[in-house]
């Protein structure tokens, strides 16, 4: 395997340990009472998310070396997600709205993570109450939402960042542009999302994906 392709296969890996780094904020102590101002703000940014049906984007995932990788993310709600690497990765992942799921195709492995012990949850799950865990960041730029979601109980678990900019004609009047996963180690991986298109068809057969695994090993 040449340099560029292990580059590759490294800022994947390491962006989808970062996303699922954190664990079910359903789980984590509320966070202290918002100020009014940041509390409409938190509000706002809740209401965005639950507002997506469905959305294709393209996006770029950085690492914190400056590694990247590009793709098209694909959702739909309720609890679907693919992330669809270019082909030099020859990785994805998909959400089925029960697991994440890892498919690495160099090395002809499967690996699955609850979506309920993800922070992409906040994104796929209408009812995760992301107002309760988080606080607004200052950005400076009133048309520039920043909301950081932790468990201050538990530092170990690391810390996901969404950042939004006001748009009148994406849901809920805030567009999500990129979110920024740090987790205990200090590896951090951000995911920037372009040319988003909501209320796209989207089907099931969108969230399909071959299985590299041999037969006789699953």
């Known amino acids: ?87 030099s990765a020859n990785m994805l992942i998909v959400g089925d709205g029960k697991a994440l799921t890892l498919i690495d195709y160099d090395v002809r492995q499967v690996q699955r993570w609850p979506i309920s012990n993800s922070p992409l949850g906040a994104l796929l799950d209408p009812k995760r109450d992301v107002a309760r865990f988080g606080r607004v960041l200052p950005t400076g730029n009133p048309n520039v939402i920043s909301i950081e979601v932790r468990d201050s109980t538990h530092p170990e678990y690391g810390v996901i960042t969404l950042i939004f900019q006001r748009k009148a004609s994406a849901p809920g009047g805030l567009e999500l542009t990129y979110w920024v996963s740090l987790d205990s180690q200090n590896k951090r991986t951000t995911i920037s999302l372009s040319n988003q298109r909501y209320g796209v068809p989207v089907t099931d057969n969108d969230f399909r994906w071959n299985d590299p695994r041999p037969r006789n090993r699953r």
Do not use: H, W
């Not at 954190?22 to 998310?49: F, G, N, T, W, Y």
């Open 1 to 87: 395997m040449n340099r560029t392709m292990k580059t590759f296969r490294s800022c994947v890996s390491a962006a989808a340990l970062a996303a699922l780094s954190i664990p079910a904020l359903a789980l984590s102590q509320p966070a202290l009472a918002a100020e009014p101002a940041d509390a409409k703000q938190l509000a706002q940014a809740v209401e965005a998310l639950r507002a997506i049906d469905s959305l294709k984007a393209n996006f770029v995932q950085t690492d914190r070396s400056g590694q990247s990788v590009n793709g098209v993310l694909t959702l739909k709600r309720p609890g679907k997600i693919r992330f669809q690497y270019e082909k």
